[in-house]
C-alpha cells in the first residue's frame, strides 16, 4: 500500500473527499484513520484502516472478518445501512460514481497538501461562478453554509452584517452569537488594524454557547474591507471549513468589487442627474427620459434635503463617510432617493407619497440624524429639508428652501433636522435677509439689553417669556427659576430697555427681533466687538 504523507481522518474523508449528503458518521468515529480506500469485489482484500466501498450490503460473516481485521468503515451506496453492524457504515447518496469517489478519496490520502490546493480552487471557481450568476453575497453565504453545513456571516469593515445564512441546528442561538459577533471586542485583536489583517489570513476563535468560528478578513487593495465567519460547534471546524473561509473570503471581494463598481456607476448617474435637475442646464422632457435611462422614478414628489458636518472641513469626519450613513438609511427604510455629494454637501431627493408634509422624507432625516449620532457622538451633522416639489420642474425650489432651513440650522446651532415649513416667521425673515432693517430693527428694540453685560439671562428669559405668551409659571417652569426670580428678571428687562410686555404690539415686536438676532446669530463683525 502507498504511504501518505499525512494522516488523514475519517471525518477528514468524508467532508474533503465524499458528495455532500453522506449520513452514518458519528462523533465517535470521525477520528478513525483512514489509511487507503478500496471497493468491494476488486480482488483486494480489505485490510486495517481500509475504507471499503460497497454497492450492496455484504453478509453479516463477511462484515465481521473486516471488521476482525481492523478495517475502519464500510461507506454503502444502494442499500439501507442495517440498525446494527461489526463496522461503522456509511451511506452514500444515491447515484454517485464509486469509481470516482475512490479516485478523490485516494488522491487526498496519498498527498493532502496538494488535494488541499486543489479542493480549494474548485471552491473559489464554484464561489465565483455564483458572483458572476449574479447571486450576490446572500448567495454566497448560502453556498457556504450549505458546503460546511455551519452558520455563514458575511460582514462588512465595520462589523454590520452584509449577508448570513444559518443551519436549523443553530438557529436557536444565533442572534445571541450575532449580536457578540458585530462588537469589536469579539474580533481577534490581530485582526482589528485593517492594514495588518490584510496579510493575516483567518483565525479560530471561541465564543459562548460551546461555539467556534473561523474569521477571515475579506481583502481589497491591500486592506480588510470585511469579515467572513463560520461559525460551528467546538470542535466540529475541520480542514473543509478552512478552506471554504479561506477561498470563500476571496470569492466575497471579488462580489464586493463587483457590488461597489456597479454602485459607484449608479451613484454618478444619478449624481449626474441632480446636477443636472440642480442647475437647470438640461431642458424639461430631456430631464425626463434621462430619469427613464437610468431607471429612476420621478413622478412621485420629492423633497430635497441638504447634510453637512458642522465642524470644517479636516476636522470634521469625511463627507463620503456621511454620505454612507445616508446611502444604509436610504436602503434599510426602504425608500426612493437620489443622492449626490456637493461641494461640502451631500443632497438628497427623496420621493414622498403626496405633496403634503413629507413624513417619508422626516422619517429619513430622523435616521440619519441618529446613525450619524451614534457614530460620531463628538460631532454634529446640520441637515435642512425643502417642501415636496409635486413636479420635476420645481425641485430646484425644494432645494432651494432645504438650503435655507440648513443655514437656519448651522446658525442656531440646530442639531435636529430643520423643515422649512417649520421655520414659521424665519420663512418671512429669510426674504428679507442682507437687509440692513433687520439688523436695525433689533437693535432699536433690543440694543440695550444686547448691550448690556451679562445680558445673556435676561435675553434667555425673554425669550422664553415671549415662547409661553407671557404664562409666568410655565416661564419659570421651563427656566427651571422661582417665580419670584422671573419677577426680578421681568423687572429689570423693563428698567435696562425700557420694555412694556403688557403691551400687545412690544410684545409682537420684541419676539420679532429675538427671531431676527437668531437668525443673523452668530454675527462676527459684532463678537469682535
Wanted: contains cysteine; hydrophobic residues 45%; charged residues 25%.
Amino acid at each position: 500500500m502507498p504511504v501518505s504523507n499525512s494522516q488523514v481522518s475519517l471525518g477528514e474523508l468524508v467532508r474533503l473527499a465524499f458528495p455532500r449528503g453522506v449520513t452514518g458518521l458519528t462523533a465517535a468515529t470521525r477520528e478513525r484513520e483512514a489509511r487507503w480506500v478500496v471497493a468491494a469485489g476488486s480482488g483486494v482484500a480489505p485490510q486495517t484502516g481500509d475504507v471499503v466501498l460497497c454497492v450492496s450490503l455484504p453478509a453479516r460473516k463477511e462484515l465481521a472478518a473486516w471488521a476482525e481485521r481492523g478495517v475502519t468503515a464500510v461507506a454503502l451506496a444502494g442499500d439501507e445501512p442495517p440498525a446494527k453492524a461489526d463496522l461503522p457504515i456509511l451511506a452514500l447518496p444515491a447515484e454517485n460514481s464509486l469509481r470516482d469517489i475512490q479516485h478523490a478519496a485516494l488522491e487526498l490520502i496519498v498527498n493532502r497538501q496538494s488535494y488541499l490546493i486543489n479542493r480549494g480552487g474548485q471552491i473559489y471557481q464554484t464561489l465565483a461562478r455564483l458572483s458572476v450568476e449574479g447571486v450576490g453575497l446572500p448567495g454566497l453565504a448560502q453556498a457556504m453554509s450549505e458546503l460546511t453545513g455551519k452558520a455563514v456571516l458575511v460582514q462588512d469593515k465595520r462589523l454590520q452584517p452584509l449577508a448570513e445564512a444559518v443551519p436549523p441546528g443553530l438557529a436557536e442561538g444565533w442572534p445571541a452569537a450575532l449580536e457578540a459577533l458585530r462588537s469589536w471586542s469579539h474580533l481577534p485583536e490581530a485582526l482589528r488594524d485593517r492594514r495588518q489583517a490584510a496579510v493575516g489570513g483567518w483565525r479560530d476563535q471561541s465564543l459562548a454557547n460551546d461555539l467556534i468560528r473561523l474569521v477571515c478578513p475579506i481583502v481589497a487593495k491591500g486592506m480588510a474591507r470585511g469579515y467572513l465567519s463560520v461559525v460551528g460547534r467546538a470542535g466540529e471546524i475541520d480542514a473543509l471549513d478552512q478552506l471554504v473561509v479561506e477561498h470563500g473570503a476571496a470569492a466575497c471581494a471579488l462580489e464586493m468589487a463587483k457590488a461597489k463598481a456597479v454602485n459607484e456607476a449608479e451613484k454618478r448617474a444619478h449624481g449626474d442627474f441632480v446636477d443636472a435637475v440642480l442647475t437647470g442646464s438640461v431642458p424639461l422632457d430631456e430631464l425626463v427620459r434621462w430619469a427613464q435611462r437610468i431607471g429612476y422614478d420621478v413622478e412621485p414628489p420629492h423633497a430635497a434635503q441638504i447634510w453637512r458636518w458642522a465642524s470644517r472641513p479636516g476636522e470634521a469626519p469625511s463627507l463620503r463617510r456621511l454620505e454612507t450613513l445616508i446611502n444604509q438609511s436610504v436602503a434599510k427604510l426602504g425608500l426612493n432617493a437620489l443622492i449626490r455629494l456637493r461641494n461640502n454637501e451631500v443632497v438628497v431627493f427623496c420621493a414622498v407619497a403626496d405633496a403634503g408634509r413629507p413624513e417619508a422624507a422626516l422619517r429619513l432625516a430622523a435616521a440619519i440624524h441618529r446613525a450619524a449620532g451614534e457614530e460620531y457622538p463628538q460631532q454634529a451633522a446640520h441637515c435642512g429639508l425643502g417642501r415636496p416639489a409635486a413636479e420635476l420642474q420645481d425641485w430646484k425650489d425644494s432645494h432651494r428652501e432645504a438650503a435655507q432651513s440648513l443655514s437656519m440650522a448651522v446658525r442656531l446651532h440646530e442639531r435636529a433636522p430643520l423643515f422649512f415649513g417649520d421655520l414659521s416667521v424665519y420663512r418671512l425673515l429669510f426674504q428679507l435677509e442682507g437687509s440692513p432693517e433687520l439688523e436695525s430693527f433689533c437693535r432699536e428694540v433690543l440694543g440695550p439689553l444686547m448691550d448690556y453685560e451679562g445680558s445673556g439671562d435676561l435675553l434667555e428669559t425673554l425669550e422664553a417669556f415671549c415662547d409661553r405668551l407671557g404664562n409666568l409659571s410655565q416661564t419659570a417652569e421651563k427656566l427651571f427659576i422661582h417665580r419670584n426670580s422671573l419677577l426680578y428678571r421681568m423687572e429689570r428687562i423693563g428698567q435696562l430697555a425700557g420694555i412694556d410686555m403688557n403691551n400687545p404690539d412690544t410684545r409682537l415686536a420684541v419676539h420679532l427681533a429675538l427671531k431676527i438676532r437668531r437668525m443673523l446669530r452668530p454675527a462676527p463683525a459684532r463678537k469682535e466687538r
